[in-house]
C-alpha cells in the first residue's frame, strides 16, 4: 500500500490550492478515501471523506471551502480548497477510510496559508 501525496505550497489567507494524492496496493475503487492533516503540535485529523460512488462528507472547520473529488481510473483523490486560512496551514495526507489506524502512510504535502 503506497499514498503519493503532492501539490502543496505556500499560499497566501483568502487563495485556493489544489493537492492531489495517489494510490497503490490495494482496490482503490472499492474503497472509502479521506483526506487528514496534522498542524505542529496537533493530532492527525481527518477533514474530508469520499465514499466509493462520490458521496463527500467534510470536517465542520473546512465545509463549504473544501472539496473532496476522486478519479477511480487514476487511482487519484484529490482535495480542492479555497478561501485559505492561516488554520488551514498543517501537512495533509490521504488514506483509505479504515487505514487511519494502520501502519501505511505517504510523506504527506506540506500547505503553509501566510502573507
Known amino acids: 500500500v503506497q499514498f503519493v501525496e503532492s501539490g502543496g505550497g505556500l499560499v497566501q489567507p483568502g487563495g485556493s490550492l489544489n493537492i492531489s494524492c495517489v494510490a497503490s496496493?490495494?482496490?482503490?475503487?472499492?474503497?472509502?478515501m479521506v483526506w487528514l492533516r496534522q498542524a505542529p503540535g496537533k493530532e492527525r485529523q481527518g477533514i474530508a471523506s469520499?465514499?466509493?460512488?462520490?458521496?463527500?462528507f467534510y470536517s465542520p472547520s473546512v465545509k463549504g471551502r473544501f472539496t473532496i473529488s476522486r478519479d477511480n481510473a487514476k487511482n487519484t483523490v484529490y482535495l480542492h480548497m479555497t478561501a485559505l486560512k492561516p488554520e488551514d496551514t498543517a501537512k495533509y495526507y490521504c488514506?483509505?477510510?479504515?487505514?487511519?489506524?494502520?501502519?501505511?502512510w505517504g510523506q504527506g504535502t506540506q500547505v503553509t496559508v501566510s502573507s
Open positions: 469520499i465514499m466509493t460512488m462520490g458521496t463527500s
Open positions: 496496493g490495494f482496490a482503490f475503487g472499492s474503497k472509502s
Open positions: 488514506n483509505y477510510v479504515g487505514g487511519e489506524s494502520g501502519d501505511f
